[in-house]
């Protein structure tokens, strides 16, 4: 009787458990079901409207005309934006990639040509007569990869977590890209389309169940940018992602742990889908950065690699050390345009850059031609120009120095040190070298007393009018394009030999060029980080700009085509800022709101 009674309750849990499971899978389903409608039907709109832009190309329709359609069309895609980007990357790079020539290490005398919306925008918002047959080439491509995209769309897999991992995503993509005029720059509908991707956020979160505070938030976010959207140079990006962005997305997050929702397992991503926010306490993963099997955690081996970074045996002549040239008292820079080289008493080619962050960022030196920290430490040592270094000397060196030995073997287990012993000691402390703790992170934390009025009116200004975060990307402000911080930009400037702006001449280093003798990369350089700017100068690759005035009004000026350079690949725009002082004190405040020198010394060794 016991066993009957046993086996009935057994039975009867197992069809409440198999009940509860039916229920939760149904809901789930319908989620999803609701997502892959919504998909689908933008996804159509988006198609029907471009082809709308051809149909109008055909019948000799004016360029206003065409503007609503193109307007129109990218609402249509802000609408799926998110969805395009997380699953369909190819497609959505010929949807709206930037317009910016590419190539092939292999073939760079075959450029890639851009497609899309913004190649399209140029076109259809010139100010010149409509280029017809551009508009229709830019066009009919656009059709094709809009197709393409419903094409494959049929195949997205949606669940909960990549929904909702797609959508934060993109929130981190609207407050980087979105309103800093980023994929918008001739049209300036920045605001306008911000909109309309986040009436598309709040309609996905309303097919979540207990979302209401999602929902709250969200509908307050839209409140304000509906409020200043015809603002573009005075919106306050600042208010906007303190007090909305960045709540919303730590909801996102929290709602994620209260219904047991698992973020997205995503190894290769520079900002796991586990944290709060883009500007959270460490927030960006060292390990994206780093090779296969590097020791990011060791106290001992970054111990050991702050003793190498000050030996002066790593040199040739025993004469200079990494701290010779990355002097810590000075933002790990040295203060000069160009350093000395060791050989026959000439400078440096390039100045030397900060190390705070460096660890940060997917590829190491100016021109781009190294990926990992080690490599980079390798360069530099084996580099007869900068420290000449023979690894058999300072193995042989470093074997015979007892007290050296004893933080070695505290380290590595080996019985002598070798070359990639040195190289992966100095990259450990380099990493250790992080500054995430300015004003500028404490106010995105939380902190509104961290950040003057003053600093505050720079970032809206740094983020807007003069247009500096369509490069310098947040929350690293350098060219590691979000939201997945895996590809360096780099930028032809048109930099100067000189501050002489009376009777200027061009720097001809050919930067990226020597790597890989791509023609558009002919004088580009890696986009720098502004992180401690303020007290690192001088600035550009060849230090030719003394101080931070003179770097804002190189670009208040549109860079070397506002100084007169004839520049055909020159990616900053040419036109003028038409910044007044009183700006440009301000992006100077804001820049200084960034530094941040002092939280690699908190770190014990």
Request: include cysteine; aromatic fraction near 10%; glycine fraction near 6%.
């Amino acid at each position: 009787m016991k066993h009957q009674l046993k086996t009935k309750v057994l039975l009867f849990t197992s069809a409440v458990v198999a009940l509860a499971a039916g229920m939760s899978a149904n809901k789930k389903s319908e989620i999803e079901t609701q997502v892959k409608r919504y998909y689908d039907l933008n996804v159509d709109s988006l198609n029907s409207s471009v082809q709308q832009m051809q149909q109008h190309l055909a019948t000799g329709a004016g360029q206003a005309s065409l503007q609503e359609d193109f307007k129109k069309a990218r609402v249509y895609y802000k609408r799926i934006e998110a969805f395009v980007e997380y699953h369909l990357p190819e497609s959505a790079l010929k949807i709206n990639g930037p317009n910016l020539v590419e190539s092939e290490p292999s073939l760079p005398e075959e450029p890639i040509l851009p497609t899309g919306f913004q190649v399209l925008e140029e076109v259809v918002y010139s100010e010149e007569p409509l280029d017809r047959q551009a508009a229709k080439m830019e066009t009919d491509g656009l059709a094709f990869a809009c197709n393409r995209a419903k094409v494959l769309g049929a195949n997205i897999e949606f669940t909960e977590t990549n929904i909702l991992d797609a959508l934060k995503l993109n929130l981190y993509r609207l407050i980087t890209k979105g309103i800093s005029g980023f994929d918008a720059p001739v049209a300036l509908n920045s605001l306008p389309e911000a909109i309309a991707s986040l009436e598309a956020t709040q309609k996905l979160f309303n097919y979540f169940p207990q979302s209401g505070e999602l929902l709250k938030i969200t509908t307050a976010a839209l409140q304000y940018l509906q409020e200043h959207q015809g603002d573009f140079d005075g919106f306050d990006r600042a208010t906007f992602i303190a007090d909305y962005i960045n709540p919303l997305c730590v909801l996102v997050y929290d709602y994620q742990l209260a219904h047991k929702i698992p973020f997205a397992q995503a190894p290769n991503r520079a900002i796991p889908a586990n944290i709060p926010h883009l500007f959270s306490p460490g927030a960006i993963d060292l390990s994206f950065y780093a090779p296969a099997g590097a020791e990011l955690n060791s106290k001992e081996l970054a111990a050991l690699g702050k003793i190498l970074f000050e030996d002066k045996r790593l040199s040739v002549a025993n004469n200079r050390s990494c701290a010779t040239c990355h002097i810590p008292s000075k933002a790990f820079t040295d203060g000069l345009a160009l350093n000395e080289s060791l050989v026959g008493g000439k400078k440096l080619m390039r100045n030397t850059p900060s190390l705070i962050n460096a660890a940060y960022q997917p590829v190491q030196f100016s021109d781009s031609r190294i990926t990992f920290l080690e490599d980079q430490v390798h360069a530099v040592i084996a580099n007869p120009e900068e420290m000449g270094g023979k690894f058999e000397q300072i193995q042989s060196l470093l074997a015979k120095d007892k007290a050296f030995m004893k933080s070695y073997k505290a380290a590595f287990s080996g019985k002598k040190p070798g070359a990639d012993e040195v190289k992966k000691a100095l990259a450990a402390y380099v990493r250790t070298l992080s500054g995430f703790n300015s004003s500028f992170d404490r106010f995105m934390q939380g902190d509104k007393t961290a950040m003057t009025a003053e600093q505050l009116n720079g970032f809206n200004l740094f983020m807007g009018k003069a247009k500096c975060g369509t490069c310098h990307f947040m929350p690293t402000f350098t060219g590691a394009a979000p939201p997945y911080y895996e590809k360096m930009e780099s930028e032809v400037l048109g930099v100067p030999q000189s501050n002489d702006t009376i009777n200027p001449k061009m720097d001809l280093d050919s930067g990226k060029y020597h790597v890989y003798g791509m023609p558009h990369h002919l004088y580009s350089f890696k986009t720098a980080t502004v992180r401690n700017a303020a007290v690192t100068a001088p600035y550009m690759h060849n230090g030719s700009l003394k101080t931070l005035r003179e770097l804002i009004d190189f670009y208040n000026r549109g860079g070397g085509q506002g100084l007169g350079f004839e520049l055909e690949h020159q990616t900053l725009p040419g036109d003028p800022l038409l910044l007044t002082e009183q700006e440009k004190k301000n992006i100077e405040a804001f820049i200084g709101a960034l530094t941040d020198t002092v939280s690699y010394k908190k770190i014990q060794f």
